[in-house]
C-alpha cells in the first residue's frame, strides 16, 4: 500500500453551548409542552384558569411572545405567556445574586499531639483566635503516635484548656470525640450563650 493512497480527515467538530442547553431544557416552550389543559397566567399578569392547550398556544401567538411551563408538577400544569429569553435571563440573574448572598464558611485546623508543651500551644491558639475573630470555624485535633493513644484524658485536658481559652469569642460546635487516632473537636465564631 503505497501512502499516497492513505487519505487523512480531519473531523472537526463545533463546541456546543452545554450550560445554556441546560437551561433551555428546564422549561417545556410552546409545543414542547405535553398536558392537554393547562392553567394560564396572561401577559399581563391576569390569571385566565384552566383552559385547553390550544387556546392558551393562541394567546400566545397573539401576544407575539412564548407560552412557558413554569410549574410542571401541578395539575394542570400553571403556564405563562412571556419573552422566553428575556425569562431565562432574568432567572439567571437571579441565580447569581443569591449565590452573591450565600456565605461560605472556611473551617481552620489547628494540629496538636499530646505532649504538646503550652507555650507552643499558646501559638496555635493565638492563630485560632485570628480565624474565629475572622468568623472562620476552627477544627482542633490532637494526633496519637504510638503509645500515645492510651493518654485520652491528657488530650481531654488539653481541649477544654482550648476551649476555655477562646470561649469569650467562639463557642463549642461539637465535643471532643476520638475518630481512630485522633481526638477532635470543632469551634464556631460567636461566644457561647448563658
Known amino acids: 500500500m503505497c501512502l499516497r493512497e492513505i ?14 442547553r441546560k437551561r433551555s431544557d428546564l422549561f417545556r416552550i410552546n409545543e414542547k409542552i405535553k ?10 399578569g391576569n390569571n385566565y384558569g384552566d383552559i385547553a392547550l390550544d387556546k392558551a398556544l393562541a394567546i400566545a401567538r397573539e401576544a407575539d411572545l412564548d407560552l412557558v411551563e413554569v410549574s410542571p408538577n401541578t395539575k394542570p400544569p ?3 405567556v412571556l419573552d422566553y429569553g428575556k425569562f431565562l ?4 440573574k437571579k441565580e447569581k445574586e443569591a449565590r452573591k ?32 475573630e475572622k468568623g472562620m470555624k476552627v477544627r482542633v485535633r490532637i494526633r496519637f503516635r504510638g503509645r500515645e493513644i492510651t ?10 484548656e482550648i476551649y476555655e481559652e477562646l470561649s469569650d469569642i467562639a ?14 473537636m470543632v469551634l464556631a465564631p460567636g461566644a457561647e450563650k448563658k
Open 89 to 92: 435571563y432574568e432567572r439567571s
Open 78 to 80: 400553571v403556564c405563562r
Open 7 to 20: 487519505t487523512i480527515t480531519r473531523v472537526t467538530s463545533r463546541k456546543i453551548n452545554t450550560r445554556f
Open 35 to 44: 398536558a392537554p389543559n393547562v392553567q394560564l397566567i396572561g401577559p399581563d
Open 151 to 160: 493518654l485520652p484524658d491528657i488530650a481531654r485536658e488539653d481541649m477544654s
Open 171 to 184: 463557642h463549642m460546635e461539637s465535643p471532643p470525640s476520638i475518630e481512630g487516632r485522633t481526638m477532635l
Open 101 to 132: 448572598s450565600q456565605k461560605q464558611i472556611e473551617i481552620k485546623e489547628i494540629r496538636l499531639r499530646p505532649k504538646t508543651t503550652a507555650h507552643h500551644r499558646s501559638f496555635k491558639v493565638r492563630d485560632a483566635r485570628r480565624w474565629l
